[in-house]
């Protein structure tokens, strides 16, 4: 008996869907900015020893159009890590993509800025990481990030006068 799957069943083999898109496609992934200092060598190692550190993170995204479907989005990561008034650490990666996406207008702003980045996550999260392990610090290890709520928190709708965070560049 020769069936034919129904337009919600996943379909098999080389037919049908030949034409059909992947709706996200990662063409290549690259470091664009990496900065680290550590201003306070070497004596902010001691300081270290007798207090615990505080570290600040903030992270962004910003993308951009390259031509007809095809955008590079950037992750955007700082932290800035201080024992009492001493900078132990700063540490800023920009972690980018390209992609080329397959969707509905509608659908485009929130696949740049919440799908693309999650993406681009754990490998900037992995550079983090090292770098601040090489550094001479712990490795740094960044907790999940929510994009979903980053971008409903900074979507244009807030009216609040300031530009929407996270940007989506023309």
Known sequence: MNETPSADQPRSGNGGDAGKQPPLQINAQYVKDLSFEVPGAPGVFAQLQQRPPEIAIKVDVQARNLEGNVYEVVLETR??????????????LSYAGVFTLNVTPDNLRPMLLIECPRMLFPF???????????????????????????????????????????????
């Open 79 to 92: 932290a800035d890590c201080k024992t009492g008034d001493a900078v132990a650490f700063i540490l800023e």
């Open 124 to 170: 900037a999260r992995q550079i983090l990481a090292s770098t601040t392990l090489s550094g001479g610090f712990l490795p740094l290890m960044l907790g999940p990030v929510d994009f979903a709520a980053l971008y409903d928190q900074h979507s244009p709708a807030e009216g609040d006068g300031q530009p929407p965070q996270p940007t989506l560049l023309a």
